[in-house]
């Protein structure tokens, strides 16, 4: 029994759920590592973008968990002042139940005690749910931003086609500028995925802090988003490896050509 009493929960390993500032430390790597790769890219300064959303998800993230205590103090006075009402309501009524001259008058005054009980039950569900309302509005504004984020990424991988690295090809003048290697390509699509999936993260931040059901479903949106960009990048990095592999099996098939005499 006093094991019952005076048992404490375990603490939540840090392996057990998603780290803000982790997830920036990758991030800020990932930035480096792209204007590194790529100096003065639009990718790069993308990257350097999302590291501004990260900390303001990241400040979000420890705020959406804390209680708004003046929302709550006012949301406590505003609903005893309503059940004061509710119970002053129903004194009336009550008194004015022996003094009905009929039992039409009676129901009459039942009916509008039913519907001031409704309007009432309203009012205090309104007023109980004022701060899950404000958190959720800040969270699916930053999840918004996310989803911006993630269709900004594919466009910057849209023009990236591997065909183009891997056959002869005559450009017309309204032809994107392409001169990236192989590696290069793929090392620019390698970095794409990892921005997706970093801010699919990011989005599944807020569902780790607030629990609401619409949350979670725009941080489904965007999870699914990221998913969906991410297997399109995947697919033009599958079809470089497959080149590649090609390409070498080709080369060591070939005869070793004969030397000329000296």
């Not at 029994?1 to 048992?7: G, T």
């Not at 129901?107 to 404000?134: C, D, H, K, M, P």
Request: charged content about 20%.
């Amino acid at each position: 029994m006093f094991s019952i009493l005076f048992f404490k929960p375990e603490p939540e390993s840090q392996y057990s759920e998603l780290n803000a500032s982790r997830i920036r430390g990758t991030l800020e790597r990932l930035t480096h590592r792209i204007s590194e790769r790529f100096p003065g890219s639009g990718l790069s300064q993308v990257s350097a973008g999302l590291q501004d959303v990260a900390a303001r998800v990241e400040r979000l993230c420890h705020w959406l968990p804390r209680p708004l205590w003046p929302i709550r103090a006012l949301a406590i006075l505003a609903g005893l002042a309503v059940l004061g009402i509710f119970v002053l309501a129903g004194l009336l009524t009550l008194q004015a139940g022996p003094q009905a001259s009929s039992v039409s008058d009676l129901l009459q005054g039942i009916e509008s005690a039913i519907n001031e009980i409704i309007f009432l039950s309203i009012a205090l569900y309104f007023l109980s749910t004022i701060e899950v309302r404000i958190k959720r509005r800040a969270a699916l504004k930053a999840l918004h931003r996310l989803r911006s984020i993630a269709h900004v990424v594919d466009m910057h991988q849209l023009a990236k086609d591997p065909n183009y690295v891997l056959t002869v090809s005559a450009p017309t003048a309204s032809s994107p500028e392409r001169l990236l290697t192989a590696f290069e390509l793929a090392r620019y699509l390698d970095y794409c995925s990892e921005l997706l999936s970093i801010t699919s993260k990011l989005a599944a931040l807020h569902a780790q802090y607030l629990n609401d059901p619409v949350v979670l479903s725009a941080v489904d949106d965007v999870e699914g988003l990221a998913h969906s960009l991410s297997a399109k990048i995947w697919q033009k990095i599958m079809i470089l490896d497959l080149a590649e592999q090609r390409l070498e099996k080709l080369n060591g098939d070939q005869p070793d050509q004969p030397t000329a005499p000296h």
